[in-house]
């Protein structure tokens, strides 16, 4: 496997009246060809302007890029020229956004809209692209599909125009595809469906994936690596795993333990992490996470912790992570 | 599993069933019928339920087909509306309506309904042509000041501001003083006061069209600025346009009046809705259907006009679903 895709201590910056807002502040990843990567967080913790970096897609200003690089294969998509980037969205990365309901211009029929990318990037006539968009839609399961192509979105149900929204976004074969909680708006049957597709075409072409999302059963299911955000940060990094098995930060814990689980017999309550997420215009000191964590101490409120290594690829960004005796449900004293 | 297999032999038979029905009754057969719908069919299905819409198309059809035919029936059956016999002026002059002159005479002897017919069409030409104008003008301005906002935004739309601080009918009058009264003049000016209102409608329209998410999406496929704008933007953007400019149609053809008029307009001999309304002001109590015909005229015209516009309103927003 090959590295196709390195971030390295990016940060994007909003300037806003109230002051710079970081929503990300210093996210580091690499992405190989055919490997998935989840990004999980709460909101407003960065997981999509991190994608929407990725793409350039970020409106300047307010936004700006205030450190850090984005590599695809090697070329720096943040020193690219406008028509550079063009040609690299939707061909070389696509992306599906979360709301399949407004993702689809309502004026054209869903066949033209698959078809555009194709007209764009490879120069199809019409004709071409109206039949391969046919041919899409069948792949990404629509019955009837050349019919389907000539329909309007708002003939569509919402998971048949999350699968048009797919069937767009691997029209190009592109190498990323990067998910922005694409499952978010549809309900659970049909969740799964879009999620097995994605996995499909993934097998079938090699695509590398970013998945974005708060559902960490998605990740549970379907990544090689878990990017865990905070406050525009990542807290910890490593295989599912890795995280999900043997989680070393604090904020990791929590998410965890407030899912909802049918395998332990103890019917107790969930444990939520108390507390509001922090405003990104004013970060708290230290360890971002200080407020809210149980465990925090003196050091937290000081100092920022860096990612530290525990070996294998795993990282988290907490000043006792790995530290022997530091574990789960280990001190609930000492809160903030 | 053997259940599922009953019902689902059930099913099919009562599809046969179904099938061999229409057949013994000379039906078609075929699979589901899904008729294309499409934003304008869906539209003029529904302007054809609004009856005052309708009537007013009818009615603009009608002085439309008029105008356009008045040099083939008019004068052979009405006389001429501009040429005057100058022996028989006194004999023709001002005689009420009859069934050689329908609308009566002028103070000239000139076929009241003959000029009014001709008159449609200068109110129809400076009408559209007027209107054209300020949209041209309105959408390019609109979409410039909606899409790249900041400075150009704030120079197009303190502009338009500037415009609207002028009160219309003087601001008009000021420009035809400057042009000098003619047809081509009045539709200038009526024109380039009207983009004002056409740009900040459109500018306000782009800007709720342009927070959709298939904006980004489209953005995300690699399509440039003036693609998105053109094809994303703009086609999910006009209905408020065609609206308003069918409403401002009726508005222009007031103005044209209005200028005309106050003879800032089409000058006589060349018959307008407006200068006849002039022409007859003196003669309003010895012969009054000279100033009823023409005034009747602009009355229904922009009525026609605004009513069209209101159903359009109606049957382009997607959410009157009956």
């Known amino acids: ?336 | 599993m053997a259940d599922q297999d009953h019902r689902h032999k059930i099913d099919l038979e009562q599809v046969a069933e179904h099938v061999e029905e229409q057949v013994a009754y000379g039906l078609e057969v075929q699979g589901p019928v899904r008729p294309t719908r499409t934003l304008w069919r869906d539209t003029v299905r529904r302007l054809r339920k609004n009856k005052l819409a309708v009537a007013g198309l009818i009615w603009v059809s009608i002085v439309l087909v008029m105008a356009v035919t008045a040099d083939l029936w008019v004068p052979p059956l009405l006389g001429d509306p501009i040429a005057l016999d100058t022996t028989q002026v006194s004999a023709r002059r001002l005689q009420p309506p009859s069934w050689e002159h329908p609308f009566g005479t002028d103070n000239l002897g000139r076929d009241v309904a003959a000029r009014v017919v001709y008159g449609a069409r200068v109110s129809l030409r400076v009408g559209v042509l007027a209107v054209s104008i300020s949209v041209v003008i309105g959408l390019l301005m609109g979409a410039i000041a909606a899409f790249y906002g900041g400075l150009s935004d704030t120079i197009i739309m303190r502009l338009a501001d500037v415009f609207f601080a002028f009160p219309y009918i003087l601001f008009a009058i000021a420009m035809i003083a400057l042009l000098g009264p003619s047809e081509t003049n009045v539709f200038i000016a009526i024109g380039i006061l009207g983009w004002p209102s056409i740009a900040r409608v459109f500018r306000s329209s782009i800007l709720s069209v342009k927070e959709n998410e298939y904006v980004d999406a489209a953005r995300a496929l690699g399509a440039s600025d003036p693609r998105i704008l053109s094809r994303h933007i703009l086609p999910n953007a006009v209905a408020p346009i065609i609206v308003y400019g069918t409403m401002s149609i009726g508005g222009a053809i007031l103005s044209e009046a209005a200028l005309s008029f106050l003879g800032m307009g089409v000058q006589p001999p060349q018959p307008s809705w407006g200068n006849m309304l002039a022409e007859a002001r003196s003669m309003m109590v010895v012969a009054p259907w000279i100033m009823l015909w023409p005034g009747l005229a602009i009355l229904t015209t922009v009525l026609a006009f605004v009513l069209m516009g209101d159903g359009l309103r109606d049957a382009l927003d997607v959410k009157m679903k009956e």
């Open chain 1, 1 to 336: 496997m090959s590295t196709l895709l390195e971030v390295n201590g990016l940060q994007t910056y909003f300037d806003t009246i109230d002051g710079v807002l970081k929503a990300v502040d210093g996210v580091t990843f690499s992405l190989d060809r055919g490997a998935t990567l989840g990004i999980v967080g709460e909101s407003g913790s960065g997981k999509s302007v991190t994608a929407l970096s990725i793409m350039r897609l970020i409106p300047m200003p307010p936004g700006r890029f205030a450190g850090g690089d984005i590599r695809y294969e090697d070329r720096s998509i943040l020193e690219m020229s406008a028509a550079e980037v063009r040609s690299l969205r939707g061909n070389n990365i696509a992306m599906i956004f979360q709301d399949p309901m407004t993702s689809l211009n309502p004026v054209y029929r869903v066949g033209k809209q698959i078809g555009e990318s194709l007209r764009l990037h490879k120069g199809m006539s019409r004709k071409s692209a109206d039949v391969r968009a046919a041919e899409l839609l069948d792949v990404v399961g629509i019955p009837n599909a050349s019919q389907r192509a000539k329909d309007y979105p708002h003939q569509f149900s919402g998971g048949m125009r999350q699968r048009a929204m797919i069937a767009m976004a691997v029209a190009c074969d592109p190498d990323i595809l990067i998910a922005d909680e694409p499952t978010t708006a549809l309900d659970v049957t049909i969740q799964a469906q879009i999620l097995d597709l994605m996995i499909e075409l993934q097998q079938e072409k090699d695509t590398a994936i970013i998945m974005i999302t708060h559902d960490l059963g998605i990740v549970a299911d379907m990544v090689d690596n878990v990017m865990v955000m905070y406050a525009g940060r990542p807290v910890e990094e490593g295989t599912v795993d890795q995280v999900f098995y043997d989680p070393k930060h604090p904020y990791t814990w929590g998410l965890l333990d407030s899912l909802p689980r049918y395998d332990v017999d103890d019917k107790g309550r969930l444990i939520p992490i108390e507390g509001q997420p922090p405003s990104l215009i004013a970060v708290p000191s230290g360890c971002a996470f200080h407020p809210r964590c149980p465990y925090a101490r003196d050091v937290c409120r000081a100092e920022e912790p860096k990612l530290s290594n525990l070996g294998d690829g795993h990282v988290a960004a907490c000043h006792f992570a790995g530290s022997s005796g530091f574990v789960r449900g280990s001190t609930a004293g000492g809160a903030a």
